[in-house]
């Protein structure tokens, strides 16, 4: 029996629950005929199953011109007219609170039943418009997704104009980050052009527009209108905002986060820290390790509750500090997004480059670093791979994180077997310098570089979580190479002006400043080339590039030490074998700095002879050795299954979209 027999004989049977299940696999699993998907999503939709299921039915049959009439009635029925009364009335209070408005010129609105576009809903998110005289639908479209898709901020001269927004969150982004005219002591409307009235109109049944309007921020331009942009408010209104006095931005505007994630080490993240610097939009606060920021915090909460009760608990502090209190005790339940922004503001090296004046309010750039990122592997009950960090899951967690209504991600990367060498290397330094300093909080151990740099997926996307929503990944290599059209592109993305003071590397206002000792100045493309061959060889790297193939391919990376071929078990394992390299920094650092500082005593708590002792450490040592090729085996033995990977919801995680570049504004070839 096929899955339609099935599915019927389950409807005979009165296996609902069955027959939805056998219907959907039908319907999923293609080749049925035009009456056969009727039958289906009917029986779907009548017997309470997965109600989507029958709606992308009905909407796939519409749209191949079968059974169009019974479609769109079902349709019809079933999902817009239950909700056609709550639209109606959306768009009536919409309607009349735009015809008291002063900035809208035009007021002859649509009757509802004559609107051009119907809103079917889909899920609780979205809707499938309906284009009514060209009897077609359109995509999903979900008002409320929580992206940035125009760049509203490219030009900061003039007030801000955009075209056509209908999306609920963009308009509410809006209106949250351009400052009140009467704060800038300018003109600082923000402009809405929309090209078609009856589209316009049509909207309004969806948009919460009544609620944007009590500052009147907004000026709405229908069509030709757009001619007047922009409008003269002391010739036309009356009004001179030039009288007002500057207002200072305080802790409460700041809505936006830039948050600059980290990849993996060595990922050239401080120069995309140095380009960002002194941005006239930004609160720019470069790497700070994620534990210190946490603590500082707990220290900034403890001393801002404090005041609250003693004058004096601020009276050693700096002026910025004791700005940031005062702020903070005019705030009534601030959070800790108000408490880290407060703490942000209050240190002059990372505002020292802000524009006071500007039309719209500061930015928070933040770069939590780690000193390692781990991820685990978890095969789930679906014989899934689902992916854990801890590191990413903290800051996931993080109440000011959480906090912030507008987040934009981007993730720098560079070549990864470059950045892996790198780390090696770095650990290596570090190593050899707590030799030198002989102290006890000095680095003793190297850690496994090459295990966690094939586990570290975080170029892939969680669909569930919000702080990755509206991210791109950004090549350093592109960054070196070319800057203009890079990071004019990146700050099309982040939707910031692109200024002068991205077009140099500084650190606190300081150009070409080292930002760690031994760190390539400015924009010299030397890291690029640098191969680490005497920190990874050419196993540890083919083995990279072979599992970490995803990355190579989305990211516009040619292989240098995988050559393609067919990759099972036996490969892999002589792989293993060579990875000679990676072990021996991390056994040599073991056998002279960790080691030798374990105590080896005998089991009723004597000293052990000198014999016994390196007998003991070098049964560690053979120890360490096996766990590490085991754990790499182990490693090896998963990904051998397939770079698939699902969240803790068993979804399925998608690449992060990689930053284009405009082609015209290249000034070398892309680097592969």
Request: charged share 30%; proline share 4%; hydrophobic share 35%.
């Given at each position: ?361 500061p930015v928070l750039f933040l770069q939590p670093h780690f000193g390692n990122l781990q991820f685990r592997l978890n095969i789930d009950q679906r014989g899934q791979t689902a992916l854990e960090s801890k590191e990413y899951a903290d800051i996931q967690a993080s109440p000011f994180f959480q906090g912030f209504k507008y987040i934009k991600t981007f993730t720098p990367m560079r070549r990864i077997t470059n950045s892996y060498g790198a780390s090696v290397r770095f650990m290596q330094k570090q190593v050899e310098k707590g030799q030198q300093e002989k102290s006890e909080s000095a680095v003793a151990a190297i850690a496994d570089a090459l295990g966690s740099r094939v586990l570290n997926r975080g170029y892939m996307i969680d669909p569930d979580d919000r702080l990755y929503a509206d991210s791109v990944l950004v ?198």
């Amino acid at each position: 029996m096929n899955a339609m027999e099935i599915a019927r004989r389950m409807a005979e049977l009165d296996g609902r629950e069955d027959a939805c299940r056998a219907y959907t696999l039908a319907l999923q699993g293609g080749g049925l005929a035009p009456e056969e998907e009727m039958e289906a999503a009917l029986y779907i939709l009548q017997a309470e199953g997965d109600y989507r299921v029958a709606y992308t039915c009905f909407r796939s049959l519409y749209d191949r011109g079968l059974f169009r009439e019974d479609c769109l009635n079902i349709m019809t029925q079933a999902f817009y007219a239950p909700n056609a009364k709550l639209q109606k009335s959306r768009y009536e209070k919409n309607c009349k609170a735009l015809a008291k408005y002063p900035y809208l010129f035009r007021k002859d609105f649509l009757d509802f039943d004559a609107l051009p576009i119907r809103f079917y809903p889909f899920d609780d998110n979205g809707y499938l418009p309906f284009h009514r005289s060209k009897e077609r639908f359109d995509d999903y479209m979900d008002f409320d997704r929580t992206v940035i898709s125009q760049h509203f901020f490219h030009d900061l001269e003039n007030p801000i104009l955009a075209k056509d927004v209908y999306s609920q969150y963009e308009l509410e982004y809006l209106n949250d980050n351009v400052r009140p005219s009467e704060w800038v002591a300018r003109e600082n409307h923000i402009y809405l052009h929309y090209t078609d009235w009856g589209t316009f109109c049509a909207h309004l049944q969806i948009l919460n527009i009544r609620a944007l309007l009590k500052d009147k921020k907004f000026v709405f331009l229908i069509g030709d209108e757009v001619a007047q942009y922009p409008i003269d408010f002391k010739a036309r209104f009356g009004i001179d905002y030039s009288k007002y006095p500057l207002k200072l931005p305080s802790v409460r505007e700041v809505t936006r986060l830039i948050w600059h994630a980290q990849l993996s080490s060595h990922n050239g993240v401080n120069f995309f820290n140095e380009i960002f610097d002194w941005h006239p939009n930004l609160i720019c606060v470069p790497s700070v390790m994620w534990d210190s920021v946490g603590e500082e915090l707990d220290d900034f909460r403890e001393l801002a509750i404090r005041a609250q009760t003693d004058p004096h608990a601020t009276d050693e502090l700096s002026d910025g500090k004791q700005w940031a209190i005062r702020e903070l005790s005019r705030i009534k339940d601030w959070t800790d997004k108000d408490l880290i922004v407060a703490r942000s503001m209050a240190d002059r090296g990372y505002i020292d480059g802000l524009d006071l004046e500007s039309r719209i309010a500061p930015v928070l750039f933040l770069q939590p670093h780690f000193g390692n990122l781990q991820f685990r592997l978890n095969i789930d009950q679906r014989g899934q791979t689902a992916l854990e960090s801890k590191e990413y899951a903290d800051i996931q967690a993080s109440p000011f994180f959480q906090g912030f209504k507008y987040i934009k991600t981007f993730t720098p990367m560079r070549r990864i077997t470059n950045s892996y060498g790198a780390s090696v290397r770095f650990m290596q330094k570090q190593v050899e310098k707590g030799q030198q300093e002989k102290s006890e909080s000095a680095v003793a151990a190297i850690a496994d570089a090459l295990g966690s740099r094939v586990l570290n997926r975080g170029y892939m996307i969680d669909p569930d979580d919000r702080l990755y929503a509206d991210s791109v990944l950004v090549r350093f290599e592109d960054g070196k190479l070319n800057p203009k059209a890079t990071f004019t592109a990146l700050a099309a993305f982040l939707d910031l002006p692109y200024t002068e003071s991205m077009t140099y590397c500084s650190l606190y206002g300081e150009r070409d400043a080292e930002s760690y000792p031994g760190n390539d100045l400015g924009f010299s493309p030397a890291a690029l080339y640098r191969t680490y061959d005497e920190y990874a060889n050419d196993d540890e790297r083919a083995f990279i590039e072979y599992f970490m193939r995803d990355a190579y391919e989305t990211y516009g990376y040619d292989f240098m030490y995988y050559d393609g071929g067919p990759v099972d078990e036996d490969r892999v394992n002589r792989w293993l074998d060579g990875f000679t390299t990676i072990e021996h920094y991390i056994l040599s650092a073991w056998k002279e700095n960790v080691l030798p500082r374990a105590r080896v005593t005998r089991s009723g708590g004597e000293e052990a002879s000198k014999e016994e002792v390196e007998w003991a450490r070098e049964q560690a040592l053979r120890f360490n050795q096996h766990g590490l090729r085991e754990n790499w085996h182990k490693i090896a033995k998963t990904l051998l299954r397939g770079l698939r990977f699902v969240n803790k919801n068993g979804q399925p995680l998608h690449m992060m979209p990689k930053l284009e570049l405009d082609p015209a504004l290249l000034e070398q070839p892309l680097y592969h």
